[in-house]
């Protein structure tokens, strides 16, 4: 990507890195918890709620093009059972390692006259800013990663009812008793006739038994 938009140090996803110098081997440990932001996660699927607390512990690492981040991201995700559709909840952790340059060097941490000039090149690349990172975008591609694409309240969830949406964890022997389409017409007709028309049915199928009977 290009060089970052101005990023405000307030921002709690917004780290500084200029205790590290440009010393290549500098240490920094950190620990933060910020608040989540909005969408992350799989959206309408499972994610992060809005505001709930993520925990963060970082590992910055001062190199010669720039500053490698490894991390790990800890929250709560809810969401939805793929199968069942109750809510579920699950507790995330998020593992992620990301190098921010120096918007002055190259790949190889030799300083540059104009950097940012090849669009195609600056592409995938995430940059410091004044001594600055913003962890958002990288935070938001790792939990994605780290969800289930098809989250189920357990493994060996039963789901709904194909027929009814019945809940068949809640009733282990629901069934339906299959019925041969070819009979269906019959059974419906079955249904609404009377009584007595039933027994003029009887017989006359009993009759045409003693008629055919006779011919025999």
Not at 15 to 30: I, K, N, V, Y
Not at 117 to 128: P, Q, R, V
Not at 142 to 153: E, I, S
Not at 168 to 185: F, Q, Y
Request: charged share 35%; hydrophobic share 40%; proline share 6%.
């Amino acid at each position: 990507m290009a060089l970052n938009a101005r990023l405000d140090h307030r921002n709690p996803l917004v780290f500084d890195t200029h205790e590290l110098g440009r010393r290549p081997g500098a240490l920094q440990r950190l620990t933060r918890t910020v608040d989540a932001p909005k969408d992350l996660g799989l959206k309408g699927v499972i994610g992060v709620p809005e505001g709930a607390p993520v925990e963060l512990e970082l590992r910055l690492e001062s190199v010669m093009e720039g500053v490698l981040v490894t991390g790990t991201a800890r929250a709560g995700a809810e969401g939805e059972c793929v199968r069942c559709l109750e809510p579920l909840e699950l507790e995330l952790e998020a593992e992620f390692q990301e190098m921010f340059s120096y918007p002055d060097a190259d790949d190889r941490g030799r300083v540059i006259a104009e950097p940012g000039d090849d669009a195609e090149d600056d592409e995938d690349i995430l940059f410091l800013e004044d001594g600055l990172f913003d962890l958002e975008p990288v935070l938001r591609d790792a939990v994605v990663l780290a969800l289930p694409m098809q989250p189920v309240c357990r493994e060996d969830c039963p789901g709904l009812c194909a027929e009814c949406g019945a809940r068949l964890a809640d009733d282990p022997d629901h069934h339906h008793d299959a019925v041969d389409i070819r009979w269906a017409a019959l059974q419906g007709l079955a249904g609404t006739m009377k009584d007595g028309e039933k027994d003029e049915m009887s017989g006359a199928e009993a009759e045409a038994g003693v008629d055919e009977k006779q011919e025999k």
